[in-house]
T-cell receptor, first 115, second 115 residues
Framework: GENVEQHPSTLSVQEGDSAVIKCTYS??????FPWYKQELGKRPQLIID?????GEKKDQRIAVTLNKTAKHFSLHITETQPEDSAVYFC??????????????FGQGTTLQVKP | DAGVIQSPRHEVTEMGQEVTLRCKPI?????LFWYRQTMMRGLELLIY????????DSGMPEDRFSAKMPNASFSTLKIQPSEPRDSAVYFC?????????????FGQGTRLTVV
């Protein structure tokens, strides 16, 4: 079945530095790739997403890139701040298929931003 | 909109007891998902519904787990009998075909502890 691998599992950066989290998916039919941020004890919240017809998407300090050929997608956070500290999850799904809506999540990356 | 509402927020029960978790999706959303989150296995999709009909229950761990969606505004996840290994945070999420099938919004979660 579909599998999503996420790396690294933990990431520690200094405030102001950039952070990059990478994911690889197995099903070439996947066409929707969201990223969720989960603060301690809270719900996962969608922060950015990308569809397979786009190679890059930006929203202020965060950006996501997609390489369909290599089946890779990445989250980039620039000018990190302590409030960016959280667990980040990538996910993949196949919209428009019989499995529409079925998100497969990566294992998560714990990001720590040191002041 | 109040978002996805789950109850209870916390549940502590003894092994062997029946546990019922409840979810009210965002009004107008036609997809509803139940996820389980543990340190070991991350975020796992248990089951999801489209227009109140179960579409994929392949993630339900065993027959002790069952889920229902009697109407568009309510769903339950039941565990009977409960076991200590069921201890986890259970999230309900909903999405809409109109805004993107997979763009899921999560509830606050129910933290279940089975002793």
């Amino acid at each position: 079945g579909e599998n999503v691998e996420q790396h690294p599992s933990t990431l520690s950066v200094q405030e102001g530095d950039s952070a990059v989290i990478k994911c690889t998916y197995s099903d070439s039919a996947s066409n929707y790739f969201p990223w969720y941020k989960q603060e301690l004890g809270k719900r996962p919240q969608l922060i950015i997403d990308i569809r397979s017809n786009v190679g890059e998407k930006k929203d202020q300090r965060i950006a996501v890139t997609l390489n369909k050929t290599a089946k890779h997608f990445s989250l980039h956070i620039t000018e990190t701040q302590p409030e960016d500290s959280a667990v980040y999850f990538c996910a993949a799904s196949k919209e428009g298929s019989s499995n529409t809506g079925k998100l497969i999540f990566g294992q998560g990356t714990t990001l720590q931003v040191k002041p | 909109d109040a978002g996805v509402i789950q109850s209870p927020r916390h549940e502590v029960t003894e092994m062997g007891q029946e546990v019922t978790l409840r979810c009210k999706p965002i009004s107008g959303h036609d997809y509803l998902f139940w996820y389980r989150q543990t340190m070991m296995r991350g975020l796992e999709l248990l089951i999801y519904f489209n227009n109140n009909v179960p579409i994929d229950d392949s993630g339900m761990p065993e027959d002790r787990f069952s889920a229902k969606m009697p109407n568009a505004s309510f769903s339950t996840l039941k565990i009977q009998p409960s076991e200590p290994r069921d201890s986890a945070v259970y999230f309900c999420a909903s999405s809409s075909a109109g805004t993107g099938f997979s763009k899921a919004f999560f509830g606050q979660g129910t933290r279940l502890t089975v002793v």
